[in-house]
């Protein structure tokens, strides 16, 4: 079971996504939250999987919430869903650790797979969204780094050490030995990696991670 949390100042909206989860045998909607503020003081008293926040909200807007919800010992996957296809708020909720990205009139169906994705260590960014995130950081001469670490944001803390150690040229092998894990997780860490990144192939995501600077981070 998915545990799940609706965050929108709409209270229409909220019932509205708590209806559309509830029809999934799956998700569980174990809390709801008028405000950014009153979200993150839910995800401290239980134990939440996934959120979905709206990005435009008094007291504490979506994406100050989902940096401070990232910054939780437990904390919850994030999906930012507004009705503003904004590039800035796009690139904003990903940089606060947001997990994806979607429109409030993505289909039911998509909204629910995405609960599903994100709760599985992937990403999930509408598709408009993602070409025109990238697009706009392309053309106004920003370095590649920003788009890519953008994308790297998508992944959790453990699979971001995967990665920088693939992007060093590290097999599965080595990587289960340098990070004390099993050879099987490793290898399933890299193809939720490969996914959430958008990479067909390890050499992708190993440029994609040296674009990102993760290379050069500290372990």
Do not use: W
Not at 109 to 123: K, P, S
Not at 183 to 194: D, G, P, Q, Y
Request: one cysteine or more.
């Amino acid at each position: 079971m998915i545990r799940t949390m609706v965050v929108d100042d709409d209270a229409l909206v909220r019932l509205g996504l708590i209806d559309l989860l509830g029809q999934d045998p799956a998700l569980s909607v174990v809390a709801e939250a008028a405000d950014g503020l009153q979200a993150v003081e839910l995800a401290r008293s239980q134990q939440i999987d996934v959120v979905l926040m709206d990005i435009r909200m008094p007291r504490l807007d979506g994406i100050a919430a989902t940096r401070r919800l990232r910054e939780l010992p437990t904390a919850p996957r994030v999906i930012a869903l507004t009705t503003f296809d904004l590039d800035e708020y796009v690139y904003h909720a990903l940089a606060a650790g947001a997990d994806g990205f979607l429109l409030k009139d993505t289909p039911p169906a998509e909204i629910a797979r995405a609960v599903h994705v994100v709760a599985a260590g992937q990403g999930m960014l509408h598709p408009a969204a993602a070409r025109r995130l990238i697009d706009r950081y392309h053309r106004a001469g920003t370095p590649r780094s920003v788009a890519a670490r953008a994308r790297i944001n998508c992944l959790t803390a453990r699979e971001a050490d995967v990665l920088r150690l693939l992007s060093a040229g590290l097999s599965n092998a080595d990587i289960a030995k340098g990070l004390g894990m099993r050879e099987s997780t490793v290898k399933a860490h890299v193809s939720r990696i490969l996914t959430a990144l958008g990479t067909a192939n390890r050499v992708q995501a190993a440029l994609l991670a040296r674009d990102a600077g993760l290379d050069h981070a500290e372990a």
